[in-house]
């Protein structure tokens, strides 16, 4: 079955350490994104990639960092500079390289910090 | 800066209810409004989405209206069902240029 696979489904982590989320995807899209999601916040675009190799910042992406090095994997390392970093986070994905195709949305990743 | 304002935050209907989800939106450039449904625990799903050249769009129970003038758009949901309870994103983008700005979501609880 095609889809958008996060990994893990829950993570922990201590104060200052940095923690990288998986996301795979084998629908051979172009687009993919990270987001992230707070109650009451919506969902908040942290980075995305429209090609291999190339990435832009979205509205929240300091203390984030993304790589692109390969068409269907996009992974999101949280760093110690995230000031606030336990939240849910999704990944998703989109056929073309604009923006408004349908987004297919992992099942996210929840990150606490402890 | 919210580019897209969405009410109310949080609905319950009786089943069988039409409840009603609005946004506002201030970018006059932006040409695509879908909504998108998350059940607890899942990603979104994209539900219904609608462009500035038509006023309604139908699919299924769900209908989005759409009003160019006022910057608003709504998502109808006909004889709502306990199933329907998720929360419930509107969103809007320009054509190619900007990725998708989501509202802030509505919870919605269809109690039977």
């Known amino acids: 079955d095609g889809g958008i696979t996060q990994s893990p489904k829950y993570l922990f982590r201590k104060e200052g350490q940095n923690v990288t989320l998986s996301c795979e995807q084998n629908?051979?899209?172009?687009?993919m994104y990270w987001y992230r999601q707070d109650p009451g916040q919506g969902l908040r675009l942290i980075y995305y990639?429209?090609?291999?190799?190339?990435?832009q910042k979205g509205d929240i992406a300091e203390g984030y960092s993304v790589s692109r090095e390969k068409k269907e994997s996009f992974p999101l390392t949280v760093t110690s500079a995230q000031k606030n970093p336990t939240a849910f986070y999704l990944c998703?994905?989109?056929?073309?390289?604009?923006?408004?195709?349908?987004?297919?949305f992992g099942e996210g990743s929840r990150l606490t910090v402890l | 800066q919210q580019q897209v304002k969405q009410s109310p935050q949080s609905l319950i209907v009786q089943k069988g209810g039409i409840p009603i989800i609005n946004c506002a939106y201030e970018?006059?450039?932006?040409?695509?409004f879908p909504w998108y449904q998350q059940f607890p625990g899942k990603g979104p799903a994209l539900l219904i989405a609608?462009?500035?050249?038509?006023s309604e769009k139908k699919e299924g129970r769900f209908t989005i209206s759409f009003n160019k003038s006022a910057k608003q758009f709504s998502l109808h949901i006909m004889d709502s069902q306990p199933g329907d309870s998720a929360t419930y994103f509107c969103?809007?983008?320009?054509?190619?240029?900007?990725?998708?700005?989501f509202g802030k979501g509505t919870r919605l609880s269809v109690i039977a």
């Open positions: 629908l051979n899209h172009d687009a």
């Open positions: 990639s429209q090609i291999v190799n190339d990435f």
């Open positions: 609608i462009r500035p050249d038509v």
């Open positions: 969103a809007a983008s320009t054509s190619g240029n900007t990725p998708l700005v």
């Open positions: 998703a994905s989109s056929r073309g390289r604009g923006h408004t195709g349908e987004l297919f």
């Open positions: 970018n006059t450039a932006f040409d695509y």
